[in-house]
């Protein structure tokens, strides 16, 4: 960890203070969501890496999304990540997210996450244990260092495909387009 | 009629006498202790239910379903049990439980709901209209309990070919990337 | 030396508000048996929190946060730390009123977000203001009432002289139920009752994000170094240690020595405040206004009672 070097902190502070604070959005849907308290409780602290959960999206700016995403959990997924203020990342965890999983047949569950939010990692198993969320989590600090994890910026560019692409899951959507500018009809 | 009910193995096959001469067109085995088997046609489900309750069995499990495509009918299967006498706990080794099977035609797949004998078993008549398309007459609310979404096929029959129902919908939605370079 | 103290003051507040927060999590993790966020956690947080970009309700929800941060800054200048103490005039009248703007501001910029959330958070807010604010007035009239001032300053000095307050045969009893009703303005359990994460998803900071959500957490730290502070400048002294102080009294280094002996009784009473947090369950609103209204105040009217007999 390098949250002790006073010059990186100096050169760009928010973007070395995003790594070491990340509170997670308490989204719990999914099987994955057994493995979260005990990352966050005492045996695997989650807390000194900065990592602690809150309430509300709108003080998040990590998005665990932890196993299989059924049609009806979407809508609220889509609706949580479009509350939080960017920057923000996005992490899936399991296999269904990345290619359906165990559900890839099923008639309830969609089968690749990507199409609808933008994801910056996944994280494989099923469920990944602690130490692996860990291993994620630093993973996802590199990306960061590099400018690798813009998942936001990549929602607000190609806004136009991710509604369609909902559109075309849903049919009618309830909420308005985020970005109206951006949508050319 | 609760005090007919003696403790031990000889209250089933009490039981089992009083049924067989009470109801005809009724086939009933007993494959363990405690547990009954009954199988019936569909007009004297509700009446047997009403029996049962009064002789005790008045705690309703469930209401599941079974598709026999190969036969063409639908197999409606309910489960009561009786664990508790007169504000005393039976032991366990006297709880005991009944299941009651039917089958109904799957063209015309409708039946009558048990509301009336036994409340709770509105949420799971609910779901078994929701996911084979059974319709139960009288019931108060058949919306929709789980899905999210109308399917032109009841998802749980067995005529419902998963993997093509994923490969056109879920399947044919593109990733961004081909839908920018389709763009283009 | 008067302008120096104006904006002395207010920074010394706020870093020791963001250093007991980042003790809290420490301590608490470690009572917890595990290892815990580094100290200078909260500034990581403050840091990311300018960084984001969040969305506003309107001018009233940015109006009624910087109410509730000024309201905060104004008590601190009225506030002796150690011996500096910017504004004298009014004393400890003044402190009560205007330490009430703070959950007034919150008020008004959780009402501009109308998440039902907010309103229920807001409203057992005010309720716990109105639980402690009883036995607050009672303790506050024994003080001054024994001391014969209403100025912070004085009373200090006369502490300095004849010893503690807590010491003191008629002012123990306001001093207990002072340290009784201590949760309840700090905003830690067991009456952490408008801040529930897990109730009513963190009460008025619902809609807070971004450069909110800092300025709440800034303010929320200024208000507990409010509480503490003046638990310490009216029943253990102040800058006072028995009077060691008193041949280098006036001099630049009697100063610092004591703002540091006056900042390590705050970190002793919030320490002790921390161990009682860790241990208790979050109280009802309506626990809350039971226990409030019963011991402390029938302890603070005693107290009062025999102040007044005492002269």
């Known amino acids: 960890m390098d949250r002790n070097k006073i010059s990186k902190w100096l050169k760009n502070p928010g973007k070395m203070a995003h790594k070491y604070s990340f509170h997670v959005v308490y989204f719990c849907t999914g099987c994955g969501i057994i493995e979260i308290p005990p990352s966050i409780t005492a045996r695997w602290d989650a807390e000194r890496f900065g990592i602690i959960p809150v309430a509300t999206p709108r003080q998040a700016n990590l998005f665990l999304i932890t196993g299989y995403v059924s049609t009806k959990t979407l809508k609220a997924i889509i609706r949580t990540y479009e509350q939080m203020p960017d920057p923000k990342y996005t992490v899936a965890l399991g296999s269904c997210p990345i290619n359906g999983g165990m559900y890839y047949d099923s008639y309830n569950t969609i089968t690749s996450l990507d199409k609808y939010i933008p994801v910056d990692g996944y994280i494989a198993g099923c469920m990944p244990r602690p130490e692996a969320i860990f291993i994620g989590v630093t993973h996802l600090w590199k990306l960061i260092d590099m400018d690798k994890a813009d998942g936001y910026k990549r929602y607000r560019e190609d806004y136009v495909h991710y509604r369609a692409n909902q559109e075309q899951l849903f049919g009618e959507l309830e909420w308005p387009p985020l970005f109206i500018k951006e949508i050319v009809k | 009629m609760a005090s007919i009910i003696h403790k031990g193995n000889s209250k089933m096959t009490d039981l089992k006498q009083m049924l067989l001469s009470g109801f005809d067109d009724i086939n009933i085995n007993i494959p363990e202790d405690n547990r009954m088997v009954v199988s019936t046609k569909k007009e004297s489900v509700l009446s047997i239910l009403i029996y049962l309750k009064k002789f005790g069995y008045n705690h309703f499990a469930l209401v599941s379903c079974n598709d026999w495509i190969d036969d063409n009918e639908f197999e409606l299967i309910y489960i009561v049990s009786a664990y508790q006498k007169n504000d005393e706990q039976y032991q366990d080794i006297e709880k005991s439980s009944i299941i009651v099977k039917t089958r109904i035609s799957r063209e015309k797949a409708k039946f009558i709901t048990i509301i009336d004998i036994f409340e709770n078993a509105e949420p799971y008549e609910r779901e078994i209209h929701e996911m084979f398309g059974i319709n139960f007459e009288g019931h108060p609310r058949l919306t929709p309990l789980m899905l999210e979404r109308n399917y032109k096929i009841p998802p749980f029959r067995k005529d419902f070919d998963t993997n093509k129902y994923v490969e056109n919908t879920f399947g044919k939605i593109p990733s961004i990337k081909e839908r920018k370079e389709g763009n283009k | ?311």
């Open chain 3, 1 to 311: 030396m008067q302008i120096s103290e104006f904006i002395l003051s207010p920074l010394l507040a706020l870093i020791i508000g963001i250093f007991f927060l980042g003790l809290a999590r420490k301590i608490m993790a470690r009572i917890h048996w595990r290892y815990g966020p580094p100290i200078t956690q909260p500034v990581i947080d403050i840091i990311r929190m300018f960084s984001q970009k969040a969305i506003s309700h309107g001018s009233i929800f940015n109006f009624g946060l910087i109410f509730s941060l000024t309201g905060s800054i104004v008590v601190i200048l009225f506030l002796p730390i150690g011996k500096m103490c910017p504004l004298s005039s009014g004393g400890l009248l003044v402190i009560l009123y205007l330490m009430l703007l703070a959950p007034l501001g919150i008020a008004l910029s959780s009402g501009e977000a109308a998440n039902p959330n907010s309103s229920i958070g807001v409203s057992r807010k005010f309720l716990l203001a109105l639980g402690y604010e009883v036995p607050f007035l009672l303790i506050l009239l024994a003080v001054m009432a024994h001391y014969h001032t209403i100025s912070l300053i004085e009373i200090v000095r006369i502490q300095a002289n004849t010893g503690w307050s807590f010491g003191s045969l008629p002012l123990v009893l306001s001093g207990i139920a002072y340290f009784l009703i201590l949760p309840a303005i700090l905003g830690m359990r067991p009456f952490e009752i408008s801040g529930a994460a897990q109730e009513i998803s963190s009460g008025p900071k619902v809609e807070f994000g971004g450069k909110f959500l800092a300025f709440s957490t800034i303010q929320h730290a200024l208000h507990e170094f409010i509480g503490i502070s003046l638990f310490v400048n009216l029943f253990l002294g102040g800058w006072d240690l028995f009077g060691i102080l008193e041949p280098i009294s006036n001099t630049i280094w009697g100063i610092i020595l004591g703002i540091i002996i006056f900042l390590i009784k705050m970190v002793i009473i919030f320490i002790i405040e921390l161990f009682i947090n860790a241990v208790f369950p979050r109280f009802r609103i309506e626990q809350a206004m039971k226990y409030l209204w019963k011991w402390p105040t029938l302890l603070s009217f005693i107290g009062l009672l025999i102040v007044v007999l005492f002269n």
